[in-house]
Each structure stands twice: as structure tokens, then as C-alpha cells.
């Protein structure tokens, strides 16, 4: 069963997040890692010529290294997201499960997590969940929050329909580290794999350490 919160109307009101806040918060969890990320490449940049002038000399012919492309930024902004994700996993899997009996069947935590915890962090539950039994699971969301949010430019007005997929993809490094780091604290090591093919809905594909096709 979904998991009963606390009613906002008959408990103290500093316990609570605006709703509308923290969807806020999560789109803009994306442009603040590529922000960080073009920060922390320009001052390696600085410092790097810094230093090459100094080993070289004024006037010396050490120049300045190049920035990153856009893969390696791109690569750069998953591992921030999915490691905040995974914290926050990490810890809403310690908050929400502790009063209840140990999980002993990875099907169960793959339950509790699409019934219970995505409810707390996007107010709905998974709708659908797939599984071959082996250690595969596909989860998917048909209106996940942060897609149906975002402002993306439609398809059409200078826009392709690949293109707008490649712009929503970044906004499923959060939830895809969300989901890992629930897995990780409820005893399962697993990688997770998220995508998008029509917004706004969003599959995630669980695979955990040791499963079969």
C-alpha cells in the first residue's frame, strides 16, 4: 500500500515544502550542474595557463588548456546528478523503511520503491513495472514531473523531435541516482539506465549485480 504522509492541515506547517517549490528545485538541478561544471573547467583553465607561464616563463609557449567538449560536459553533469541522486536515495530508503521488516526478496524493495518512496519524492506512484524474473526490472513513469514541467522548445520550431529527447535526458540523472541509491541502501548493487522516448513519460531499466537477459 502507499505509504500515509502526515496531513499538512493537522501538523505544524515547518515540516513542509511547497510542492510547487520542489518541482522547481529539481528542473533546476540540471542548469545548475552545467553551470558548475562550465564554472569548475573555465578556473582549471586559469589555473592550468597560470601555472604554465610560471614553469615556462612570459612569453613562453604553454597557452591554455582547452575546455571541455560537450561529451565530456555531458559526462560531467551525470556524475554530479547521480550522485546527489544516490545520496538522496541513500537517504529516503534509511527515513522510510525503518519501521518496517526487513526486505528478502529484491522483487519487494523494487515494489516498495515504485509504490512508496516515488510517491514521496513526485506525489504519484510508478505506473508500470516489468520484470523477467532474473534481475532485469523496467519501471516506467507516463507523466514524470520533471518532463511534464520543463519549457522545451516543440518540434517543428527549430527543434527536432531528437533534439527536444536529447534536451529532457539530463533531467533523468536525478531520479535515475535516486533509484540506485534506494537499491544500494536496501542491499542491492544495480545499475540504472533512463530514458525517454515521448514526453513526458520516462523508463527506467534496473539491472542488478549479477542478472540474466
Not at 71 to 90: A, K, M
Not at 150 to 179: H, N
Amino acid at each position: 500500500p502507499t505509504m500515509s504522509l502526515p496531513d499538512p492541515s493537522t501538523t505544524q506547517n515547518e515540516g513542509y515544502v511547497s510542492a510547487t517549490c520542489f518541482d522547481l528545485l529539481l528542473i533546476e538541478l540540471v542548469p545548475m550542474a552545467y553551470r558548475i561544471a562550465a564554472d569548475l573547467a573555465a578556473k582549471e583553465e586559469v589555473w592550468l595557463a597560470s601555472k604554465r607561464r610560471t614553469n615556462l616563463g612570459v612569453g613562453g609557449i604553454g597557452g591554455t588548456a582547452p575546455g571541455l567538449d560537450e561529451e565530456e560536459l555531458r559526462e560531467t553533469v551525470f556524475f554530479r546528478l547521480d550522485s546527489i541522486g544516490y545520496r538522496v536515495g541513500l537517504a529516503l530508503a534509511e527515513r522510510f523503511s525503518r519501521e518496517r521488516p526487513r526486505f528478502t526478496d529484491p522483487l519487494d524493495v523494487i515494489k516498495f520503491l515504485c509504490k512508496d518512496l516515488w510517491v514521496v519524492v513526485f506525489r504519484k506512484q510508478i505506473d508500470n513495472l516489468k520484470t523477467n524474473h532474473r534481475g532485469v526490472y523496467v519501471l516506467t513513469d507516463n507523466n514524470f514531473k520533471p518532463l511534464k514541467n520543463m519549457s522545451l522548445e516543440k518540434a517543428g520550431a527549430g527543434r527536432s523531435r531528437e533534439t527536444m529527447m536529447q534536451q529532457a535526458q539530463p533531467f533523468l540523472y536525478f531520479p535515475a541516482g535516486v533509484i540506485r541509491g534506494v537499491l544500494s541502501a536496501l542491499g542491492i548493487q544495480a545499475s540504472v539506465v533512463a530514458e525517454t522516448s515521448e514526453l513526458p513519460g520516462a523508463t527506467f531499466q534496473i539491472r542488478t549485480v549479477g542478472s540474466k537477459p
